[in-house]
């Protein structure tokens, strides 16, 4: 098959599996109204772990049946979840009624030692250099704190040839109630690995949080299992990326996002500022945003840069279902102030209510602010010296 009809084959993949999901109650944008009243105060229950799972095997075997290629494989690699680890993950599961399952996410991984069996029969080249290559990769990436060592430190992994998993916790010495997880890899050929991937975890506060500030396992994300949300802190790997529309845009034609935005635009201290905020549903959870960005006077289309930390801005918000206080977050600096909550149902966007304060640097820029956002009827401003305070319905 030539490589024009194999991308064609891609797309064609992913349009027949979105429209797919996008025929569901929950995406349908035509439907009776009682139906929508319906939905827009009960909600909607979201895509389990286990659908997630089904659909993209689905999606494997239907590109397999139209390419050739088998980009899955059946074959899974065993994870063993161990001491108060599996609890967290096990109390997650039941705050959000069996949405979110990170047990059987990790056990479902179409991971087998196959595709890395075939690459070395392939290239000729042995595991021994491969993984020693990786291995000094995600060594420099390492030291030089670039998020690409996630990247090299999971490709050695893999290249190495791994068979199951075991992760668990171990205490901080000097930290009461902190631990760190551990996880041992067992490899095909008998060997195993045990290291620490960064990850801790405060049993009083019960959040996994990355040892270097930039998220579990530099995902960009901390979690609260007491509440099952995710939090993106200040030195996650989407900073480095910007903003621009495409990113909304590459969103609504997906079936994984069901949200609303809005843009503050404005001039201040020489820069292009654009302060944006979105509600709704992010792939299985409900949730908030708000991000700051940057740019030059002048400048042409729609990109801009996250904040520097010079520019971040303090912030906190809620967001409500009627009365019903959805997700929260403490007031703090930040570039990009996110909160994704696990939950059994997801609601509407035009269903949810956004509560949030800003803390701008002064008077003006607080008030360069409340005129951009006067332009939304939705959108109601009080501002008390440099603090904005704003409810979006």
Not at 142 to 149: C, I, L, N, P, V
Not at 360 to 365: G, H, L, N, Q, Y
């Given at each position: 098959m030539k490589i024009k009809e194999k991308i064609i084959s891609i797309f064609l993949s992913f349009a027949i599996v979105f429209s797919i999901f996008a025929a569901t109650p929950a995406q349908a944008k035509v439907v009776p109204l009682s139906r929508y009243f319906d939905v827009y105060t009960n909600g909607y229950k979201v895509p389990t772990t286990k659908d997630f799972m089904d659909a993209l095997m689905f999606f494997g075997r239907f590109y397999e049946k139209i390419t050739g290629m088998k980009i899955f494989t059946d074959d899974k690699i065993e994870v063993t979840f161990?001491?108060?680890?599996?609890?967290?993950?096990?109390?997650?599961?039941t705050l959000s009624n069996g949405t979110m399952d990170f047990e059987l996410f990790f056990k479902s991984l179409p991971i087998s030692p196959v595709p890395?069996?075939?690459?070395?029969?392939?290239?000729?080249?042995?595991?021994?250099?491969?993984?020693?290559?990786?291995?000094?990769?995600?060594?420099?990436?390492?030291?030089?704190?670039?998020?690409?060592?996630?990247?090299?430190?999971?490709?050695?992994?893999?290249?190495?040839?791994?068979?199951?998993?075991?992760?668990?916790?171990?205490?901080?010495e000097g930290q009461e109630g902190v631990y760190e997880l551990f996880v041992t890899v067992y490899y095909t050929d008998g060997t195993y690995d045990e290291m620490t991937p960064g990850v801790y975890y405060n049993a009083a506060e019960n959040y996994l949080y990355g040892k270097e500030g930039n998220g579990i396992f530099s995902l960009g994300y901390d979690l609260d299992a007491d509440n099952a949300t995710l939090y993106c802190v200040v030195k996650s790997w989407q900073r480095m990326f910007g903003f621009c529309m495409f990113y909304d845009v590459f969103s609504y034609l997906t079936p994984f996002?069901?949200?609303?935005?809005?843009?503050?635009?404005?001039?201040?201290?020489?820069?292009?500022?654009?302060?944006?905020?979105?509600?709704?549903?992010?792939?299985?959870?409900?949730?908030?945003?708000?991000?700051?960005?940057?740019?030059?006077?002048?400048?042409?289309?729609?990109?801009?840069?996250c904040a520097s930390d010079e520019d971040m801005l303090e912030m906190t918000m809620d967001l409500y279902h009627g009365d019903d206080l959805v997700v929260n977050t403490p007031k703090q600096k930040h570039w990009w102030l996110t909160a994704f909550r696990f939950t059994p149902?997801?609601?509407?966007?035009?269903?949810?209510?956004?509560?949030?304060?800003?803390?701008?640097?002064?008077?003006?820029?607080?008030?360069?602010?409340?005129?951009?956002?006067?332009?939304?009827?939705?959108?109601?401003?009080?501002?008390?010296?440099?603090?904005?305070?704003?409810?979006?319905?």
């Open positions: 161990v001491d108060f680890i599996k609890d967290v993950y096990d109390e997650v599961y890395g069996e075939r690459f070395y029969e392939r290239t000729k080249l042995t595991k021994d250099e491969v993984v020693e290559y990786l291995r000094q990769k995600n060594a420099e990436a390492d030291e030089k704190g670039d998020s690409m060592a996630l990247v090299y430190f999971f490709a050695r992994l893999y290249m190495q040839l791994f068979d199951k998993a075991v992760i668990g916790a171990i205490p901080v996002f069901d949200y609303t935005t809005r843009r503050f635009k404005f001039n201040y201290e020489g820069k292009e500022w654009m302060i944006q905020i979105w509600k709704g549903r992010y792939i299985i959870t409900t949730g908030c945003e708000i991000g700051i960005y940057t740019r030059d006077k002048g400048s042409l289309g729609t990109y801009y840069d149902k997801c609601y509407l966007p035009e269903s949810l209510r956004m509560v949030a304060t800003i803390t701008f640097k002064d008077e003006e820029m607080a008030e360069l602010f409340v005129a951009s956002a006067s332009k939304y009827s939705d959108v109601k401003t009080y501002r008390n010296l440099t603090e904005v305070s704003f409810e979006w319905k």
